[in-house]
């Protein structure tokens, strides 16, 4: 008889020593807020200021991630991948700058257009 369960039927909470869940759980009255105001202090404030120039102090590492930046990443990762495939299209026609900078200076359709297809000629 197996007498290891995957669900935890009564777990304690380890923050508050409550019954009936885990200290991971948002609902939790001890789960561990960051408190944005907190700011942070001269020395860090310098330390990040040398680490970045021009940028704004980073929040602390630990911070969770609110769901609003899990949507943005989310995007941020769409486009990326999207940015991927579009390279990996041009990619396949190398001499498209090339060609390109040739239409740019081409004088008549006919010219254009052999260029265009010298795009697809490998
Ligand atoms: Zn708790």
Known sequence: MCSIKTKIENPVCIN??????LASWKGCPKYPVIRNNTSPT???????????PNSTPTPPVNKPIPQI?????????????????????????????EISEKIKMAKTDMEIVSLLLKIFKH
């Open 16 to 21: 508050c020593k409550e019954n009936g869940h």
């Open 42 to 52: 001269y020395a860090q404030k310098l330390k990040s200021n040398l680490q970045k």
């Open 69 to 97: 930046d899990a949507d943005i990443f989310d995007k941020f990762e769409k486009n990326m991948n999207a940015l991927k495939i579009i390279n990996d299209a041009f990619n396949k026609f190398p001499n498209l700058i």
